[in-house]
C-alpha cells in the first residue's frame, strides 16, 4: 500500500546522487555533508538528491546505538536537516527508535523528506548478519513495505541489504514488493563495504535486479574507510532493461546529477573499473588516510625498512595516502643483515623522498645474547628466542619512535606470512594499523609492479631478491614456508573458500601433506592475529570481525 503522498512536489526526473564520506558518530559534521550536498544539488537545478545508509551516524555505528543520547542527538540533526529539504526533496538513511522486539528497539530506516517535513519512511527489510554484519544485534527488520509518492511519481524506498536477494538467498524480496506496490523508481541507499572485484559484482546483481521487476535502481553507497572497513562509492543508476545510466567513480566523493529521461544508456560491459591491483592500491590508500584523518591523529607515520617487499609496498602507500612529509622510515640493520637490506632501504627512501635513519641494534641484540646465556647456559645458538628477539628490539625501536615523535607505527605483515604465524609478536607485529595484513603475498608483488609503472619506486632487487627475514644465517621465508604461489593457494582456498583438508586441492607441486600443514598453521595461529594490528580489509574475508573463531578448539583437518 502506498504511503504518505508529498503534495505541490514536481515529479522528480533530475535525481543527484550524493556520494559522501561521513564519519561514525561526527553526527552534526555528517548533517552539514548531507546539507552541502542538497545545496549543490539544488543548485544544479536537481530534483531529489539521494544519500547513503546511516549518513547521520556513519556505517557502521555499532554498539554507539546504545550509548545513551546517541540516537537522540542524531534524530536533532535529522530534524535540522529536514528543513533543508524546502530547497531539494531528499533521500537518507537514519537510525529511527521502533516498538522494541526483546533487546532491540531501532529500525534501519530509509526517509523521504520534501517540503520541511518527513514525507515517507521505509524500515530496512533484510539486516544482514554474516561476515561484518551484526545488524540483528541492534536493529528490528520491516514487517511491511510501501512505495511512496514524490509529487506523481511513485518511489520505492530500500536500504542496501534489501537488494541482495538472489545474491545471498532471502526468502523476501523487498525491491520485488515496491515494484509489485507500483514502484516506478527504486532507491537503495547503501553503505556497503569494498572489496577486490565488489564494484562489478554490483551492478551486475542490480542490472539483474532492475530486470527481473521491470524497475529502474538508484543506488547510492557511501565512501571512505571506517576502521578496518573501506567503502568505495561506485554509485550508479541503472534502468529497467539492465543498463547503467550513469556511473560514479571508486574512492572519491562526488555528486551526480543524472536526467532519468534523457540520460544515455550503456551497457555493463562499456563502464570502465579500475583493474584489481589498481583498486587494491586506491582502496588501501583511502583505508589509510582516513584511519588517520578520521582519528583525528597528526598525518604522521613510521614504518621499519627491512629491503624487503613488504615494508616497501606498505611505504609506497602510506606516501600515497599521507605525502612524503609525513613518512619517515627506519632501517635497522643486526647481525644477519645482508648488505642489501640496507642499501635497497635506502634506495626506497630516495625514490620516495622520505627520510630512512638507520640504526644498528646489534648492540642491543649482544646484551640479549648475555641475559640469554645467564638464563639458559651458554650456548651457540638460542633458536627462535634468538631470532625473535630481533624482530622484538626492532619493534621497540619504532614505538619508541612513535612515542618521542608522535608517529603512528604502520605494521608491514602480510596475510600469506599472518595466515601461517610468521611473524614475531611483539615484534613485526607492533604498530596501530596492519596495511596488508588482508594481501596475500602475490598481491604484494603486484602492488611493487604497479607502484613502478610511471616512475621507479620499489627498487627492483627488493622485487626480485628471494624473501627473507634475515633472523638467522643465510635465512629464506622457503626454509620454514612452501613458495609463495603454493601457500597462497590452499591459503585462499582454505580462507575465501572456507574449505577444510579435504575439499582443498592441492596446487601443482605441493601434496595434500602439505595442504594439511598449512591449513593446521591457518589454525594454531589465531592467537597471534587477535593481538596483531586492524588489518584493512580489501577481500571477501579478511582476519577482524568478518572471521571469528575460537583461539581454543580441537577441531583439526
Avoid at 627520510?355 to 641475559?371: K, L, N
Avoid at 622485487?463 to 609463495?484: F, M, N, R, V
Wanted: net charge negative; proline share 5%.
Amino acid at each position: 500500500m502506498t504511503s504518505a503522498l508529498a503534495s505541490g512536489i514536481l515529479a522528480p526526473v533530475k535525481i543527484a546522487l550524493a556520494q559522501l564520506n561521513p564519519t561514525v558518530g561526527d553526527l552534526e559534521g555528517n548533517r552539514k555533508l548531507a546539507e552541502q550536498a542538497a545545496d549543490r544539488a539544488a543548485a544544479a537545478g536537481a530534483e531529489l538528491v539521494v544519500l547513503p545508509e546511516l549518513v547521520l551516524t556513519g556505517y557502521p555505528p555499532q554498539d554507539l546505538l546504545e550509548r545513551d543520547g546517541f540516537v537522540r542527538d542524531q534524530l536533532r540533526e535529522l530534524e535540522t536537516l529536514t528543513r533543508a529539504s524546502k530547497k531539494i526533496a531528499m533521500s537518507l538513511g537514519a537510525a529511527l527508535p521502533v516498538e522494541g522486539r526483546g533487546s532491540r528497539h531501532l529500525a534501519n530506516a530509509a526517509l523521504l523528506l520534501a517540503d520541511g517535513k518527513e514525507v515517507a519512511v521505509q524500515h530496512k527489510t533484510l539486516l544482514p548478519t554474516y561476515d561484518v554484519f551484526d545488524e540483528n544485534r541492534y536493529f528490528v527488520s520491516a514487517q511491511d513495505r510501501a512505495t511512496s509518492l514524490l509529487g506523481s511519481r511513485r518511489l520505492g524506498l530500500t536500504v542496501c541489504e534489501d537488494a541482495w536477494v538472489d545474491e545471498i538467498g532471502y526468502r523476501r524480496d523487498p525491491v520485488g514488493d515496491m515494484a509489485a506496490d507500483g514502484a516506478e523508481l527504486v532507491l537503495n541507499l547503501s553503505a556497503s563495504p569494498w572489496h577486490v572485484g565488489k564494484p562489478a559484482e554490483r551492478r551486475r546483481l542490480f542490472g539483474d535486479l532492475a530486470v527481473k521487476h521491470s524497475v529502474p535502481i538508484v543506488f547510492v553507497n557511501q565512501v571512505g574507510g571506517n576502521d578496518e572497513l573501506i567503502f568505495d562509492g561506485g554509485s550508479f543508476v541503472v534502468d529497467a532493461e539492465g543498463r547503467i545510466r550513469t556511473a560514479m567513480p571508486l574512492f572519491e566523493t562526488g555528486l551526480e546529477i543524472v536526467d532519468l529521461e534523457t540520460a544515455p544508456a550503456a551497457a555493463q560491459d562499456t563502464i570502465e573499473d579500475l583493474g584489481d591491483v589498481e583498486q587494491l592500491a586506491a582502496g588501501l590508500v583511502l583505508g589509510i588516510r582516513d584511519y588517520f584523518q578520521k582519528q583525528g591523529l597528526p598525518p604522521a607515520a613510521v614504518i621499519g625498512l627491512s629491503g624487503g617487499i613488504d615494508s616497501a609496498v606498505t611505504a609506497w602507500l602510506a606516501v600515497e595516502a599521507l605525502g612524503a612529509d609525513n613518512v619517515t622510515g627506519v632501517a635497522m640493520p643486526g647481525p644477519f643483515s645482508s648488505e642489501h637490506s640496507v642499501s635497497d632501504a635506502h634506495e626506497l627512501a630516495r625514490n620516495l623522498g622520505i627520510p630512512c635513519r638507520t640504526v644498528d641494534i646489534g648492540t642491543v641484540y649482544e646484551g640479549y645474547r648475555q641475559i640469554f646465556a645467564s638464563l639458559f647456559g651458554e650456548r651457540d645458538d638460542y633458536g627462535l628466542a634468538q631470532q625473535n628477539i630481533q624482530s622484538r628490539i626492532r619493534g621497540a625501536v619504532l614505538m619508541a619512535v612513535s612515542n618521542a615523535e608522535n608517529r603512528l607505527v604502520l605494521a608491514t605483515g602480510n596475510k600469506s606470512e599472518l595466515s601461517v604465524g610468521y611473524c614475531t609478536l611483539y615484534g613485526d607485529t607492533v604498530g596501530g594499523l596492519a596495511v596488508l595484513g588482508d594481501v596475500y603475498k602475490r598481491d604484494v608483488y603486484a602492488l611493487a609492479r604497479h607502484s613502478n609503472r610511471a616512475r621507479p619506486q620499489v627498487p627492483v632487487n627488493t622485487i626480485e631478491k628471494s624473501p627473507s627475514a634475515e633472523l638467522a644465517p643465510d635465512q629464506l621465508d622457503s626454509d620454514d614456508l612452501p613458495t609463495y604461489d603454493i601457500l597462497d593457494d590452499v591459503l585462499y582456498q582454505a580462507i575465501e573458500g572456507g574449505l577444510g583438508v579435504s575439499g582443498i586441492t592441492a596446487p601443482p607441486g605441493a601434496t595434500q601433506e602439505v595442504a594439511a600443514n598449512i591449513v593446521g598453521r591457518l589454525d594454531r595461529n589465531e592467537y597471534k592475529r587477535r593481538q596483531s594490528p586492524l588489518v584493512l580489509r580489501v577481500s571477501k574475508k579478511a582476519f577482524g570481525t568478518g572471521r571469528r573463531l575460537p583461539i581454543v578448539h580441537r577441531y583439526r583437518l
